[in-house]
């Protein structure tokens, strides 16, 4: 089960998720105001950056877009290119983590060209990754990997390790999804051994989800449940509250397959408690086809219905490629996007008061 709209609430669950926002929120916050009190040069690009990058896996989007579009402005008054490019991959990653593939592309396609132009190998590989997540995302494999397989060539002429370890985890899933068990193990396996000596708990977490998806997929469930668990532990003891859900469908899918659906609801319900908190949009819709096929195979007719019409509203939002296409399509409370708009509006209104 894994294929914008509205946050569309659960009108009949009431969930009290087990973790403390206001509590990273503040973490996240003491961060960037030591960030902030840096000199706008070309020093405080990187630390804004990681920034960035650690609001997005709070699944803070909006304040996440924030930072961004200041980290953009800060390199474009000091015309670095590095700093430009980095700027529009982490665009590219908050519309990636809503299901925003269009306008996920297109800023990573933006980040790739600078990239190219000023000889960066390192970025230009970590772009090709990035666009090939986007074609496996869009279920455009022969695409996905000829973009892996470009990026995976310019990490093994740097040896760079991690590199190439990221790169064949994003095969070893292209692996799965074509039935190639083995392969896939691999590669996942490979990847993980070098994300433990680098101690990159994110990663680490990855590919044991990643594992887990495997022996799901060759329905050993014992085996899938055991790296499910060790993932989602990880992603709770390092606050990465944005990867949390996916994993805990991928739980609820096992509790389903073994009929243990009281499990299955259970994890699905905590899924979609944080998905709807975090404006995960991919995750939820996957929250709401399991509910719909759980309660089909309950015979919970009017719950089932419920759920698949949920589904279909937001996967028709989702299938919407760019932010003008889902506008065009009239869907009334965007929430991520109405402040977004909000946010450029004020912006250039402080631009124009300077002036």
Known sequence: ????????????????????????????????????????DT?????????????????EYLKAYQAAMSLLEISEKLNYEKGKAFAYNEFAIIYD?????????????????IRRAIEDKK????????????????????????????ALEIKRQRYDSVGMATTLTNIGIINRKQCKYAEALHNHIAALEVFIKTNDNNEIAGSYNSIGRVYDAEGKYEEALKNY??????????????????????????????QKFSEAEKFYIEASAISNQLGNFEDLKNSYEGFALLYERTKQTKKELKFYKLYWELNDSLSAVTISEIEKRNVEQL?????????????????????
């Open 123 to 150: 970025g230009i590989a970590g772009s090709l990754n990035n666009i090939g997540i986007l074609y496996d995302n869009t279920k455009n494999y022969s695409r996905a990997l000829k973009f892996y397989h470009e």
């Open 229 to 258: 668990f060790k993932a989602v532990n990880i992603y709770r003891e390092n606050k990465y509250l944005s990867n949390i859900p996916s994993v805990l469908n991928n739980i609820a899918s096992v509790y389903f397959s073994l």
């Open 335 to 355: 929430s991520f996007q109405k402040q977004l708009a909000y946010v450029n509006a004020e912006h250039e209104k402080e631009i124009l008061q300077a002036s």
């Open 1 to 40: 089960m894994r294929s914008i709209c509205s946050i569309i609430f659960l009108s009949f669950f009431i969930y009290q998720a087990d973790f403390s926002f206001s509590q990273q929120r503040d973490e996240v916050d003491s961060l960037q105001s030591a960030v902030y009190l840096m000199n706008d």
């Open 97 to 113: 983590k809503q299901g925003i593939y269009g306008e996920a592309l297109n800023y990573h396609e933006k980040a790739l060209s």
């Open 43 to 59: 020093n405080k690009v990187i630390p804004l950056r990681n920034l960035v990058r650690k609001i997005t896996n709070r699944g």
